[in-house]
């Protein structure tokens, strides 16, 4: 309710301060960059914005931090990752959205007459430059490290007219981030850490590591630990890692995410399996999963600082015993998307299974 009242009082505000047809005044133009040196010009702060491509979500969840979005967001890329779309419960207006697959073509994005496309970095060359070819704006996120969340809050910041907001989020982020790293930079023991992925595919399981440039390892880092797997991983995507190998590293703790199955039934049977449990981590009770919303809090969604400050507080719980989790989660929520007491308990905590 609250969110949805900020929306209309915004509404009616915007609607006092453009133009009348046929008026002879023109928005200030914009000119604005983004992480990859890529430059939209825009004749004004763009009123019609879609959002496409995989990682949907995680665009998504950053641009609904700025309460200027559900009104301007036209067009949706896919946000569901297995658990329902988190967009929804923050757009007053989502049901008028026009949704898009992740396979969209320009031609599609261009039916919902965006004044700025935004898309992940990494899908520049097959679907950015594409849409850019139609004279479309585009700006790319990237969103894979902490200084690259500022980066982008800041580009958003001047593609809402708000750079308040832009500077309130680059604070909260910083803010936290320290909060763990000044704990922890100075450790000299820190305990060997795995983080692994698991997936299925033609009913075979596989485990898989994430390159040590991505935030799964860099949180591990920051959490206290060492990333056991960074060595053997320095660049590209996700690899795969056999039992072997994970036997041979045999970490002190080990950290599970699934984004698209079940991850309590996942880890329900590994802690059942005969070759798990010789693991030290397996019989010291430190194999765990990572909380799980809308989108697990591993990935490089705007979750990644909640799941920092609790990945932290199970590497060193003693260091971080002043953590309250539940109380860190609420605020967050509050906080960072406007959810009202009730939103939370039926959106959010539901499915924490707290």
Same mark, same amino acid.
């Given at each position: 309710m609250k969110r949805l009242l900020y929306t209309l009082l915004l509404s009616i505000l915007m609607t006092n301060l453009l133009p009348a047809a046929g008026s002879t005044e023109v928005n200030t133009s914009l000119v604005i960059e983004d992480t990859t040196g890529n430059t939209a010009y825009l004749p004004g702060i763009p009123q019609r914005i879609t959002f496409v491509g995989?990682?949907?979500?995680?665009?998504?969840?950053v641009l609904y931090m700025f309460p200027e979005a559900s009104m301007r967001i036209v067009g949706v890329g896919k946000t569901n990752q297995r658990n329902g779309e988190f967009a929804k419960v923050l757009d007053p207006f989502y049901d008028k959205k026009i949704f898009?697959?992740?396979?969209?073509?320009?031609?599609?994005?261009?039916?919902?007459?965006?004044?700025?496309?935004?898309?992940?970095?990494?899908?520049?060359?097959?679907?950015?430059?594409?849409?850019?070819?139609?004279?479309?704006p585009v700006l790319y996120m990237?969103?894979?490290?902490?200084?690259?969340?500022?980066?982008?809050?800041?580009?958003?910041?001047?593609?809402?007219?708000n750079p308040a907001r832009a500077s309130e989020l680059i604070k909260y982020y910083r803010d936290e981030k320290e909060?763990?790293?000044?704990?922890? &930079?100075?450790?000299? /023991?820190?305990?060997?850490?795995?983080? +692994?992925?698991?997936? $299925? =595919? !033609?009913?075979?399981?596989?485990?898989?590591?994430?390159?040590?440039?991505?935030i799964q390892s860099r949180m591990v880092e920051m959490a206290g630990g060492t990333p056991v797997w960074t060595d053997s991983h320095p660049g590209g995507g996700w690899s795969k890692i056999n039992l072997e190998q994970i036997a041979a590293?045999?970490?002190?703790?080990?950290?599970?995410?699934?984004?698209?199955?079940?991850?309590?039934?996942?880890?329900?049977?590994?802690?059942?399996?005969?070759e798990w449990q010789e693991l030290k981590a397996v019989k010291n009770n430190k194999l765990q999963a990572f909380p799980v919303d809308f989108y697990s809090w591993d990935q490089p969604d705007s979750r990644w600082i909640l799941?920092?400050?609790?990945?932290?507080? &199970?590497?060193?719980? /003693?260091?971080?015993?002043?953590?309250? +989790?539940?109380?860190? $989660? =609420? !605020?967050?929520?509050?906080?960072?998307?406007f959810?009202?007491?009730?939103?939370?308990?039926?959106?959010?905590?539901?499915?924490l299974g707290w």
């Open positions: 995989k990682a949907s979500n995680m665009i998504a969840d898009l697959e992740h396979n969209v073509g320009p031609e599609q994005i261009a039916v919902t007459r965006p004044d700025l496309v935004i898309v992940k970095n990494y899908l520049k060359k097959s679907l950015g430059d594409p849409v850019g070819q139609l004279d479309i990237n969103l894979e490290t902490p200084v690259a969340y500022e980066e982008d809050f800041k580009m958003l910041g001047r593609v809402f007219g909060f763990v790293t000044n704990r922890t &930079q100075s450790l000299t /023991e820190k305990p060997d850490i795995l983080f +692994i992925y698991h997936t $299925t =595919r !033609d009913g075979i399981a596989a485990f898989n590591t994430p390159p040590g440039s991505w590293w045999n970490p002190d703790q080990i950290y599970v995410v699934a984004y698209k199955e079940d991850i309590n039934i996942i880890i329900e049977a590994m802690n059942s399996s005969p799941g920092l400050k609790w990945l932290a507080k &199970q590497i060193h719980p /003693e260091l971080f015993a002043d953590v309250d +989790i539940q109380k860190m $989660t =609420r !605020d967050f929520f509050k906080d960072l998307y959810l009202t007491d009730e939103q939370y308990e039926t959106e959010i905590l539901s499915r």
